[in-house]
């Protein structure tokens, strides 16, 4: 079992920063495929990035490349999400999320997920 807590969502003017958290406890946290996904109402939730468990690496959606950074920290099991450059349709409720697959994208590879930080973009 791994329980996940996001924190470090708020309000921010547009061209704005945030920095996302995630602190994992449970199982061992660095083989995990850690993700990032964002959900508005009435939309489903859509990947927006995460950092492979098994090489490090990173993927992003494209709406989100060039501007979001994501890294993670093993020794605190924590991920984080840098977000840069912030535009209004970057609102949504953002998750964290653990899976098992080295480049995970969909909701379905993931197995645990946390409950969620508001972020919010004004114009």
């Known amino acids: 079992q791994v329980h996940l807590v996001e924190s470090g969502g708020g309000l921010v003017q547009a061209g704005g920063s945030l920095r996302l958290s995630c602190a994992a406890s449970?199982?061992?946290?660095?083989?995990?495929?850690m993700g990032w996904f964002r959900q508005t109402p009435g939309k489903e939730r859509e990947f927006v990035s995460a950092i492979s468990g098994a090489d490090g690496s990173t993927f992003h959606a494209d709406s989100v490349k060039g501007r979001f950074t994501i890294s993670r920290d093993s020794a605190e099991n924590t991920v984080y999400l840098q977000m840069d450059s912030l535009k209004p349709e970057d609102t949504a409720v953002y998750y964290c999320?653990?899976?098992?697959?080295?480049?995970?994208?969909?909701?379905?590879?993931?197995?645990?997920w946390g409950q969620g930080t508001q972020v919010t973009v004004s114009s």
């Open positions: 449970g199982r061992t946290f660095r083989f995990y495929t």
């Open positions: 999320a653990a899976g098992q697959g080295p480049r995970s994208i969909k909701v379905g590879e993931y197995d645990y």
